[in-house]
């Protein structure tokens, strides 16, 4: 199940942007943020398919939805200029962003080389 944050659960859940000056990563899991708006419809096509990837990878990954309009600080924070933009976290090393309704193959690929997350089942 994807979950919505909003500013405080952001700071302890992914990135505290007010305390600290470089990335340093709060979670627990490697996460998937899609920053989206309930307007956009590319962002409307792309949330079954990270619904469906938060129930895979349950317990591997979070994925997290960050409202572009009720959080424009967050958004302006990661720089976001355009929607859907899907930031991929994994727990060591730096974040990746990618632009646009990415296909679910696309997803995955990065859940792997970015989060560095293995899903047995989808190799199965």
Same mark, same amino acid.
């Given at each position: 199940?994807?979950?919505?944050?909003?500013?405080?659960?952001?700071?302890?859940?992914?990135?505290?942007?007010?305390?600290?000056?470089?990335?340093?990563?709060?979670?627990?899991?490697?996460?998937?943020?899609?920053?989206? $708006?309930?307007?956009?419809? *590319?962002?409307?096509? %792309?949330?079954?398919?990270?619904? &469906?990837?938060? +129930?895979?990878?349950?317990? @591997?990954?979070?994925?997290?939805?960050?409202?572009?309009?009720?959080?424009?600080?967050?958004?302006?924070?990661?720089?976001?200029?355009?929607?859907?933009?899907?930031?991929?976290?994994?727990?060591?090393?730096?974040?990746?962003? $990618?632009?646009?309704?990415? *296909?679910?193959?696309? %997803?995955?690929?990065?859940?792997? &080389?970015?989060? +560095?997350?293995?899903?047995? @089942?989808?190799?199965?």
């Amino acid at each position: 199940m994807t979950e919505h944050l909003k500013k405080e659960e952001f700071k302890t859940k992914v990135f505290d942007f007010e305390k600290n000056a470089e990335w340093k990563f709060e979670g627990g899991l490697p996460c998937i943020i899609d920053f989206y $708006a309930d307007w956009c419809s *590319p962002c409307k096509m %792309i949330a079954p398919i990270l619904e &469906e990837i938060s +129930e895979e990878y349950k317990g @591997k990954l979070n994925v997290y939805k960050v409202d572009t309009e009720q959080e424009q600080e967050l958004a302006s924070v990661f720089g976001i200029r355009s929607i859907p933009s899907i930031l991929f976290v994994p727990k060591t090393g730096n974040p990746q962003m $990618a632009v646009g309704a990415l *296909p679910k193959t696309n %997803i995955e690929n990065a859940i792997r &080389e970015v989060l +560095e997350v293995v899903n047995e @089942k989808v190799l199965a």
